[in-house]
């Protein structure tokens, strides 16, 4: 049971947007930034937002973060079939004293 | 570039010991924290531990508080996981990751080495 809660699949037809969830609480994301990563099957996770919102240089604008309160959204625009992939989402808790890592959520365009 | 190569996954039986060593390049490992990730086979990623720049400051998951120890060695950029009492849960790719950002903004991974607890 991951501390940051995400919903396991989501799908979506190529052009459109998709938004992944991720609810924390107080102690989590209520209290820090949240990141976002991208993993391709049988690959090395990818950072794709950082401290909520930001993008690392080469990521594609079509990728956004957002927080609000306990939770935060990453959105994906003009969805293309090269973004089928699982997306993670990640953040300090202050009351653990540890990383902590959202379940991942499964990506699918139809 | 930035590099990082991870070494000294393998197999062993429960109630032993591994040491994973972390090798970075490209960047001054002495002005990041350092994390590791692992990731079970099949599942999703585990925060498992990191080290402040110079290692006065040290956290773990709990999963693994009390048997795994992680440490670096800023004059070989190098991290290290001394991994003890393994599980058979402790079965997982562990990647050292290069914190880039605020609150585990986790900007640089390595290809991993793979953990097998076997009974």
């Known amino acids: 049971q991951s501390v940051l809660t995400q919903p396991p699949s989501i799908s979506a037809a190529p052009g459109q947007k998709v938004t992944i969830s991720c609810s924390g609480s107080s102690s989590n994301i209520g209290d820090n930034y949240v990141s976002w990563y991208q993993q391709f099957p049988g690959t090395v996770p990818k950072l794709l937002i950082y401290e909520n919102n930001k993008r690392p240089s080469g990521i594609f604008d079509r990728f956004s973060g957002s927080k609000s309160g306990t939770s935060a959204t990453l959105d994906i625009t003009g969805l293309q079939t090269g973004d089928e992939a699982d997306y993670y989402c990640v953040t300090w808790d202050s009351s653990l004293s540890a990383g902590v890592f959202g379940g991942g959520t499964k990506l699918t365009v139809l | 570039e930035v590099q990082l190569v991870e070494s000294g996954g393998g197999l062993v039986q429960p109630g032993e010991s591994l040491r994973l060593t972390c090798v970075a390049s490209g960047f001054n490992i002495y002005s990041h924290w350092m994390t590791w990730v692992r990731q079970a086979p099949g599942k999703g990623l585990e925060w498992v531990a990191n080290?402040?720049?110079?290692?006065?400051?040290?956290n773990y998951a709990e999963s693994v508080k009390g048997r795994f120890t992680i440490s670096r060695d800023n004059g070989k950029s190098s991290l290290y996981l001394q991994m003890n009492s393994l599980r058979a849960e402790d079965t997982a790719v562990y990647y050292c990751?290069?914190?880039?950002?605020?609150?585990?903004?986790?900007?640089?991974w390595g290809q991993g080495t793979l953990v097998t607890v076997f009974s």
């Open positions: 080290m402040k720049e110079d290692g006065s400051l040290i």
């Open positions: 990751v290069r914190v880039v950002a605020e609150d585990e903004g986790l900007g640089d």
